[in-house]
């Protein structure tokens, strides 16, 4: 079955560093969508992208944060200068349409230190 | 902005029957959906509602009242392996994003 994967599955940084995190989406889907969950707190909707540009962004997406899909399989999520706030799991997502279900990748956990 | 209720935490034994219930409101409604996740993974799709009524998938079904603004996930034949977070999450006309709750932790017991 086919699914979204995710890397790396760990990231480490320093506080005003560059991170950027890979996922690969799933072939035939069309929307993509980048979701963070901090340790105990509830998933974040962060920006979604369709026909190569941004459809939403939620208010945690300011300007240190860009996406891109650079290919036609990746889809990449890019944090300009990490604060230790930015600590917490990415999740990529994907759905075929935009009313499926979005399916998710295993995340990647971001520390910041 | 959503709010989407759910209880924190639920106990229940091995074999036994578990029902989550998951309220919200919001304008547009569009969709509800229940995802599993275990710790430190993904979310897992579990169910979708749109529909008033029960949808059944083998061992959990997922109910939606729209009017009344209310969902719940129902878990039976509970297995030690059901033990995780169980997240509600509604969609709204228009939007692109899931709004989730913050999630039911289940522990099964032997």
């Known amino acids: 079955e086919p699914e979204v994967t995710q890397t ?3 990231q ?4 005003g560093q560059e991170v950027i995190l890979r996922c690969v989406p799933i072939s035939n889907h069309l929307y993509f969508y980048w979701y963070r969950q901090i340790l105990g707190q509830k998933v974040e909707f962060l920006v979604s992208f369709y026909n190569n540009e941004i459809s939403e962004k ?3 997406f300011d300007d240190q944060f ?3 899909r650079p290919d036609g399989s ?3 999520l890019k944090i300009r200068s990490t604060k230790l706030e930015d600590s917490a799991m990415y999740f990529c997502a994907s759905s075929e349409q935009l009313s499926d279900t979005q399916y998710f990748g295993p995340g990647t956990r971001l520390t910041v230190l | 902005g959503q709010n989407i209720d759910q209880p924190t935490e639920m106990t229940a034994t091995e074999g036994a029957i578990v029902q989550i219930n998951c309220t919200y409101q919001t304008s547009g409604f569009n969709g509800l959906f229940w995802y599993q996740q275990h710790a430190g993974e993904a979310p897992t799709f579990l169910s979708y509602n749109v529909l008033d009524g029960l949808e059944e998938k083998g ?3 997922s109910f939606l009242s729209r009017s009344k603004g209310y969902s719940y996930l129902l878990l039976k034949e509970l297995q030690m392996k059901d033990s995780a977070s169980y997240l509600c999450a509604v969609r709204r006309l228009g939007d692109y994003k899931l709004s989730f709750g913050a999630g039911t932790t289940v522990t099964v017991r032997a």
Do not use: A, G, L, W
Not at chain 1, 12 to 15: E, H, L
């Open chain 1, 74 to 76: 990746n889809f990449t």
């Open chain 1, 58 to 60: 939620s208010e945690i």
């Open chain 2, 59 to 61: 061992r959990f079904s």
């Open chain 1, 8 to 10: 790396p599955s760990h």
């Open chain 1, 12 to 15: 480490v940084t320093q506080m």
């Open chain 1, 66 to 68: 860009s996406v891109e």
